[in-house]
């Protein structure tokens, strides 16, 4: 049981170039989220999703896209990325009962666009 | 979901007991409280939850005031591992996680 897997754990991108970051999940979870945090603050939610084939966008979607077509897995593209996409990004996922109270995370992906 | 007030830091002991405080004064009835952690910028962790009674697991006690209006979570001996940005959130359960800029906690030897 691996849990929550993203990768690339690491990635330097050049100014408008396209890249795809991984999460898959293997606990059978409906709940699937991506957040970004910037050096020193708190954690943004990007886009989430309830299920496979529903996507909603977070606080801060803007420059992103993602797709769920399988209850594990739910990528994030950057389609241009600039240099504010600079972040570590964590998918995170949870499942559907409201019993279960926490959310697990992987261990992020660290971007840098120069 | 209810806005959270954390101080940015704390510096604690090691050994003593560290009390992390929480303001929710607009907290509303359905609305829980969580508590998660992130050492040294790996993915967060769950710590607990509670709603109107104090809670109690291996980890951390979550103390709630009777109003609800604030929290305080307690590790009652801190060690060096506990040094993490910790975060107080206030969520409807089935609603997003919105995680604020926490609490940085500096154990100290």
């Known amino acids: 049981n691996a849990g929550v897997t993203q990768t690339p754990k690491f990635r330097i991108l050049k100014i408008g170039q396209s890249m795809t970051l991984q999460c898959t999940q293997d606990m059978n979870h409906n709940y699937m989220y991506w957040y970004r945090q910037d050096p020193g603050m708190g954690l943004k939610l990007i886009y989430y999703s309830v299920g496979a084939g529903i996507t909603d966008k977070g606080e801060v979607p803007n420059g992103y896209n993602v797709s769920r077509s399988t209850t594990e897995d739910f990528p994030l593209r950057l389609e241009l990325a600039a240099p504010s996409q600079t972040s570590v990004y964590f998918c995170?996922?949870?499942?559907?009962?409201?019993?279960?109270?926490?959310?697990?995370f992987g261990q992020g992906t660290r971007l840098t666009v120069v | 979901d209810a806005k959270t007030t954390q101080p940015t830091s704390m510096d604690c002991a090691e050994g003593r007991a560290a009390n992390l405080p929480c303001n929710h004064s607009?907290?509303?009835?359905?609305?829980?409280v969580y508590w998660y952690r992130q050492i040294h910028s790996q993915g967060p962790q769950y710590i607990i939850h509670?709603?109107?009674n104090n809670e109690t697991n291996e980890m951390a006690s979550l103390i709630i005031t009777e109003d609800r209006k604030s929290s305080t979570l307690i590790l009652p001996h801190a060690t060096l591992r506990d040094t993490a940005v910790y975060y107080c959130i206030v969520r409807v359960p089935g609603n997003q996680f919105y995680f604020g800029t926490g609490t940085s906690l500096t154990v100290i030897p």
């Open positions: 509670g709603l109107k």
């Open positions: 607009t907290i509303s009835g359905n609305e829980y």
């Open positions: 995170a996922s949870r499942p559907l009962s409201l019993r279960v109270a926490e959310a697990f």
